[in-house]
């Protein structure tokens, strides 16, 4: 490749300091510019550009030695905090009713955020949502306040919960009695090693449960009464079949397995679920999306969900010691169900991690937060998804989990056998990978419609 030339200027963007990368348009040398870790393209100032760094000079040197930067003196690049003189600034609108802050931060400060209680980052809106409580306004002002940035609190009406579903804010607190009832069951599903999630799930139910047979007696709680509740509650108030299901299951499982009182729950009906069908995205799109990724800790976590079907939670659990180079596998370690699998470690993915491994060079999980050492979020993992989607089908309503459907569907139209797309996905029955079988196309497009007759 002929030698090329970009020129790097300080650029504040995003909240934080970063160098652009000025050049010009060149297919070539974008795809060379593409390999530095942590690149990203700024649409509103056209150009690429990196966090900044003290050693930027050889650090894109040795990247990409074919490139001349012009007029740069190592050092000529300095921190713009000196020279801005301003603190950043978080605006936090603090919604009483709802007891949630709705915050905007700039990107150098989302981690701070992260670590506040309840913190959950909206897509749509791109604001973090976190607990309006003493805690947090203690971390807000001790941590972030007097340190990096000016923040802004503000009492406001806004809200993004639906208000619909938040009925249960309405009812009683718990009981004493309810409370220590609640801690005996959260302990003993713990004991069942019962997953995370699954203790979560079950302990909310549970808690909505006794908050509206607060003033009644456990021991009283009839199994009519547990059909009143899953009529006027759940039914009336609009909630899905699933939250219907999560529900009888949290209840079957304090009061049968938990506590040995049959009640008749056994006779309790659940609803009637319809097949959904998984949602797939082509393949060519898929392959669109993922080749346009410049950030290559992005384009590896994405690729690798894609890659082996993984779920989320696989992805972020994979340690480095799980990939094995020499038998090339990669292991999957206690994944739903508790079960573990060992899954082929395709060619293009290997050559991806190499270059991942020589450039990010993680220390303990595969895909690292901003801070070494540390896992990545899944809120962060699906915010990518729908970043580089988003730039491939607009408007689409594709979820990270459509990448695990697609690459199931994927393998079925190639010709895979379902057994085989079984113990790669980890399904424990063969009937939950048979859905697929709806949704490809391969044996359908061979049915010769009576309407290709017709003279129309």
């Given amino acids: 490749m002929p030698t090329s030339v970009i020129k790097l200027k300080n650029l504040q963007h995003r909240g934080g300091h970063q160098i652009a990368l000025f050049f010009e348009y060149d297919k070539a040398l974008i795809t060379e510019v593409k390999k530095i870790g942590d690149i990203r393209w700024s649409q509103s100032n056209k150009c690429w550009y990196i966090p900044y760094r003290t050693d930027y000079l050889a650090y894109l040197q040795n990247i990409l030695p074919d490139v001349l930067f012009k007029d740069l003196v190592q050092g000529s690049i300095q921190p713009m905090e000196e020279e801005a003189g301003a603190k950043l600034s978080i605006e936090i609108r603090h919604n009483e009713k709802d007891q949630l802050l709705y915050i905007k931060v700039p990107f150098k400060l989302k981690e701070k955020i992260r670590r506040l209680d309840g913190a959950q980052w909206h897509i749509k809106s791109k604001l973090w ?48 009695l309810h409370k220590k009832e609640i801690r005996q069951f959260v302990e003993w599903m713990i004991q069942k090693r019962y997953s995370e999630n699954t203790v979560k799930t079950y302990t909310g139910c549970m808690v909505v449960f006794f908050r509206y047979y607060s003033k009644k007696p456990l021991q009283e709680i009839s199994i009519k009464d547990i059909e009143r509740f899953n009529f006027d509650f759940i039914i009336k108030h609009g909630y899905s079949s699933k939250t219907q299901n999560q529900y009888i299951s949290a209840i079957k499982t304090f009061y049968i397995k938990m506590k040995s009182i049959n009640y008749e729950l056994e006779h309790i009906e659940r609803p009637i679920e319809g097949q959904k069908l998984p949602k797939v995205i082509p393949i060519e799109d898929v392959q669109t999306m993922l080749a346009g990724i410049p950030n290559i800790k992005h384009k590896t976590a994405l690729t690798m969900i894609y890659a082996l079907g993984l779920r989320r939670g696989e992805l972020l659990n994979l340690k480095l010691e799980d990939i094995d180079f020499k038998r090339n596998t990669v292991k999957i370690l206690n994944a739903k169900g508790k079960k573990d699998r060992d899954l082929p470690l395709p060619k293009k993915m290997k050559e991806l991690l190499e270059i991942y491994y020589r450039q990010v060079q993680p220390k303990e999980w595969l895909i690292e937060g901003q801070i070494p050492g540390m896992s990545y979020s899944a809120s962060s993992l699906s915010s990518i998804f729908h970043k580089y989607l988003g730039r491939v089908i607009k408007n689409n309503n594709f979820t990270l989990h459509s990448l695990r459907h697609s690459y199931a569907t994927h393998l079925l139209d190639m010709g895979v056998d379902l057994r085989i797309i079984q113990e790669l996905l980890g399904h424990k029955s063969s009937r939950t990978t048979e859905i697929y079988t709806h949704v490809t196309m391969r044996s359908l497009k061979n049915v010769k419609n009576p309407i290709d007759g017709f003279n129309i």
């Fill in 129 to 176: 949502i976190a607990y309006a409580n003493s805690e947090n306004f203690r971390q807000i002002k001790e941590n972030i306040s007097e340190t990096e940035a000016k923040v802004t609190i503000i009492k406001s009406n806004f809200t993004l919960r639906n208000v619909r579903k938040e009925t249960y804010k309405d009812l009683e607190p718990l009981t004493d």
